[in-house]
């Protein structure tokens, strides 16, 4: 399909009403080497979609079989998913909230230790957080929960049903605990075999006795068998993605420098610059530019990525990128929040922060929402 021909089927791009609600925003940065994590969301800049690029997505991005590997794959997602979990504090409870209207449905206690929510200072900070949240279907979600100190993550499971309301959370058969690093970053395969995870043993997360390089890595939840690759320690992850089957996992760098990488989960453990491939790099975007979000397409064959400029809040771009041929087009410009942004899992839709507040990109109609009912704190989303 031609350019023109993508320009035929995709000739218009709603706006959607902003309505009058701004939020305020909070750069929080919890590592000393510079890892980003973002806590609220803002506001500011001008939308700019472009609808080629639109409809590009939504031809190339749909939910299938893997082309690098066998595997079942999930049926593809034809409604928007109803639900979406947030964690707007970073500590237990989270929130279930309805994306439509913003409001929360229901809430997810987390297990906390005993006493471990008691405020202590610097290095001796016991308190839980919540490392991230993923899902593979939008109603069965893996949550990670780190302590700093000592350090140790621990995985958990629950269930939204049709109405927003969780199951019991409960531990992670094939991996209950990871110790001595922070688990901050999360991937479930749409098959629901493979999780992926970024951790680190170092920093503001995660003081242990004796530092270690961070890692990206995969778990096969059938069994609880471990792969990891060891990151430069120069690097800083800022998130993680799995094909459908789980063959394929995608990490984005934020420093040093800034790139997005694919390794194959066929791939043998070791120095993750050694495995795989780069597929991006920011400074072809210009100097000093970064990336926060990246994805893969269920097929392997797209990324959808952001692109931001030096200093964080904006205005940031939204690309997606042909594998096969290169072919790079821009989806959407004046994104604000660079740690806002979310898809879902068949990646046919994307949660992202606007000039005006939170919106959602129908990638299958080129229509973009925004959902003002989205109030107050709102923290990483899983959708």
């Known amino acids: 399909m031609t350019e023109s021909q993508i320009h035929a089927l995709f000739t218009e791009i709603a706006d959607g009403d902003p309505g009058p609600m701004r939020v305020d925003t909070r ?82 206690n987390l297990p906390t230790e005993p006493g471990s929510q008691a405020p202590r200072q610097g290095a001796h900070d016991g308190r839980t957080y919540v490392g991230d949240v993923a899902t593979r279907n939008g109603r069965t979600y893996v949550v990670a929960l780190y302590r700093p100190y000592p350090c140790q993550s621990w995985l958990y499971q629950f269930r939204v049903n049709s109405r927003g309301q969780p199951t019991a959370v409960t531990p992670l058969r094939a991996r209950p605990t990871i110790a001595g690093a922070e688990v901050y970053h999360l991937a479930v395969s749409s098959n629901g075999q493979v999780l992926g995870y970024a951790s680190a043993s170092s920093g503001l997360g995660c003081f ?136 879902d899992p068949a990646v046919r839709q994307l949660l992202l922060h606007m000039p005006d507040g939170l919106a959602r990109l129908d990638l299958s109609t080129g229509k973009l929402t925004y959902l003002p009912g989205w109030k107050g704190l709102i923290g990483p989303i899983a959708w």
């Open 27 to 108: 750069l929080a940065q919890r590592r000393g080497r510079a890892r980003l994590r973002w806590r609220r969301a803002c506001a500011a800049g001008t939308p700019v979609l472009a609808a080629a690029a639109v409809a590009v997505v939504a031809l190339g991005m749909g939910a299938g079989t893997a082309r690098h590997g066998a595997g079942p794959a999930p049926a593809a997602v034809q409604e928007a998913l109803k639900f979406a979990v947030a964690a707007s504090t970073g500590t237990s409870p989270l929130q279930v909230r309805d994306v439509a209207t913003g409001a929360v449905v229901a809430q997810v």
């Open 208 to 343: 242990a006795r004796k530092a270690q390089p961070d890692h990206v890595g995969i778990i096969n939840i059938a069994t609880g068998q471990t792969k990891q690759w060891t990151m430069p320690t120069s690097s800083a992850v800022n998130g993680v993605s799995l094909s459908a089957n789980g063959s394929l996992l995608l990490y984005s760098l934020q420093l040093g420098p800034s790139v997005v990488r694919i390794i194959p989960a066929s791939d043998p453990p070791g120095q993750a610059a050694d495995r795989g491939r780069t597929v991006l790099r920011a400074a072809q975007f210009g100097p000093s530019q970064w990336i926060s979000f990246a994805a893969i397409s269920p097929d392997g064959s797209v990324v959808c990525f952001s692109v931001y400029p030096p200093g964080g809040g904006g205005p940031g771009r939204i690309y997606v990128n042909d594998l096969a041929t290169g072919h790079l087009l821009r989806v959407a410009s004046g994104a604000t929040y660079p740690g806002l942004i979310t898809r």
